[in-house]
């Protein structure tokens, strides 16, 4: 029995690849884990190593030569088997890999495949994937597919084409962000709530100003998708930014699609998981957290943010996020300990106020870094904010951005979160878990009215602070918020 | 609290073949969970390095006293020497990250932001795998991995000798024009200095969370020094 290697397939989006250099030779003993030759894709080289023991029987690529992913290359005899002619794969030999490609961790490179009965033998080199993805006629062989998933049954599936899986499909967004339209969005506009204006107009017969018209055409904008807020319609410059940062958005939601999985898998932690299941753990066991919730009446900020918007006071649209930074600043200033680290048996008081905005990115989440919140007025805490979403959205975080933070705010209300808790990222004595902004029901004056109001839940250190000032620091943000001309000092 | 952390070393001016043997033990170690994710930063004295299956060709005359390598990785022909920055990452490659073409695309993400905190645009091409200014290529990239683990890397030419490059075909693009940082206007900078940007943007875009400086003595004191065997000196 002779077992097959095949082309290993060294990344998702790798075709082909070419043999730099055989390591092993006709007539080699080759033991598991032995190298057997370098194999190179783009300009990276890698070493693949044997997967059973054997005897090199023959080499079916040259080196320098190219061979699609999952093509044989070599073929290896099982030990004390004498050395037959060449035998060509059957057809399940290439629809092995999928599996190979799926499952990166069970060895360096799938180098060879199971045992298999042989066939007729044929002088296979180098041959399509595609040519020997077809059964031979004569060959009654399962369906590749088949044959290539035995322990893998694809969910759903019937007849699968023997490929890597496919990745979930993230195009879609989190239920209810479009259509609770006062929900709170991290660092972003206001959600279009009316279709475009025009749907097929022609550039110049659509109205807009000069200095919109010109921001479009340098951004690649098709005026015909942005909804003019100005005098009858008229693109304003500010349609278009908020055009483009929406755009930015929509491509931040395709990363945020939780990584889904596959049932009946087992998956190797990546570094980011490895790291938030260090971290969160680390946290749970070691900080006595509790939890002080506080309902905050949101209609004035709702009204200030709207007036921010009629009035175009700053560049840089402020989201419910930006609002509630600031706010949470402004009482962290007024009550310290909140805004500390627990070391050495000691407290220690931070004398600038970091504030983690914890941002979801394709499996996992990071907490990119404002500096110095203390410093900063609204507009400048909403172009820190949106920057840093929007670097998220493209990575490329300095480690700079990525640590120091003294306070963690965690907002889900564009999920339409009723409430929730964070865990507190350590060193940390506190993080802010903020929800969605709703319509309840308020009683004032005794009668029951329809309000607008959001739930602000803080999770602290118990050996940093007492309930008291968990509860005194909610407080001070509800007065800032519910008197946010505050925020605009 | 265990956290992904980077070593990082700067390893000053290292001969190529030595660098080569202590990347060897480095990989052997790390493999072996001896040490952790290792990122190096050093530069060669002047070398030029002919991948396997290059075409020599493509080393027009080398200048005398510039020693030619045969190494085993891919790629053509390319030039090393002082003022350009090079970065070895050992480090090993886990879960979704095991993925060669994700970790080459990342090593450009990262010059591509280094280059950016100089103010110059960068970008990566299509189908060649590199940094490039424009048409001017900034940064080569080649890269071993073992066993998951990574060796080789990259190279910025912070401001090293261009004429070098006339020598050979680099990377074997015929009219592949080489530019530095200094000849896209940042005269005043050094290698040291941009080894310091280039390690924390490798950081980040590999996903770390915080760099450790290591010293070099540390480094060194993995290595053997034993000479490496997968290339042949090759003088000329």
Known sequence: MSIDITMP??????????????????????????????????????????????????????????????????RLAAPGEEIKPAAPPSPGALAELAPAAEQPESAPVQAAQPPRAASRPVAVRKRSLKEAEEPEASNGAAPPAEAAKPSHPEPGGDGPEPKAMPRPEPEREPAGATRDTAAMRPASVPPRTTAPAHEHGDQAKIKASPLARRAAEEAGVDLAQVQGTGPEGRITKRDIDNFLRQQQLFRQRRLVTPREGLPGTWEELSKMRRTIAQRMATSKREIPHFYVTMEIDMEEAVRLKKSLEATELFDEAITYNDIVIKACTLALGRYPRMNASFENDGIRIHPSINIGMAVAVEDGLIVPVIKECQQLTLPEIARAAHRLVAKAAQGGFTADELSGATFSISNMGMLGIEHFSAVIVPPQAAILAVSAIKERPVVRNGQVAVGTTMMLTVSCDHRIVDGVVAGRFLQEMKRFLENPASLLV | MEQPTLSVAWLGRVDYERACSLQDALVAARQAQEIGDLLLLLEHPHVYTLGRGANKDFLLAPPPGVPVYRVSRGGQVTYHGPGQLIAYPIIALEGPERDVHLYLRRLERAIVQTLGRYGIEAARREKLTGVWVGARKIASIGVGIRRWVTLHGLALNV???????????????????????????????????????????????????????????????????ANHHGFEADRG
């Not at chain 1, 080699?28 to 057997?36: I, Q």
């Not at chain 1, 054997?54 to 080196?63: K, N």
């Not at chain 2, 261009?162 to 005269?187: H, K, N, Y």
């Open chain 1, 9 to 74: 397939k060294l990344s998702d989006t790798m075709e082909e690849g070419k043999i730099l250099r055989w390591l092993k030779h006709p007539g080699d003993k080759v033991t598991h884990g032995e190298p057997l030759a370098e194999v190179e894709t783009d300009k990276a080289d890698m070493v693949m190593e044997a997967f059973d023991d054997g005897v090199m029987q023959e080499i079916l690529l040259a080196e320098g030569e190219s061979a699609p992913v999952g093509a044989p290359i070599a």
């Open chain 2, 159 to 225: 401001n090293c000798d261009l004429r070098f490059f006339d020598w050979i075909v680099p990377c074997g693009i015929e009219g592949c024009r080489m530019t530095s940082m200094a000849s896209e206007g940042q005269a005043g900078i050094d290698v040291a200095q941009v080894a310091a940007a280039l390690a924390d943007c490798l950081g980040a875009e590999l996903g770390y969370d915080s760099l450790a400086q290591l010293d070099a003595a540390e480094v060194w004191r993995v290595s053997p020094t």
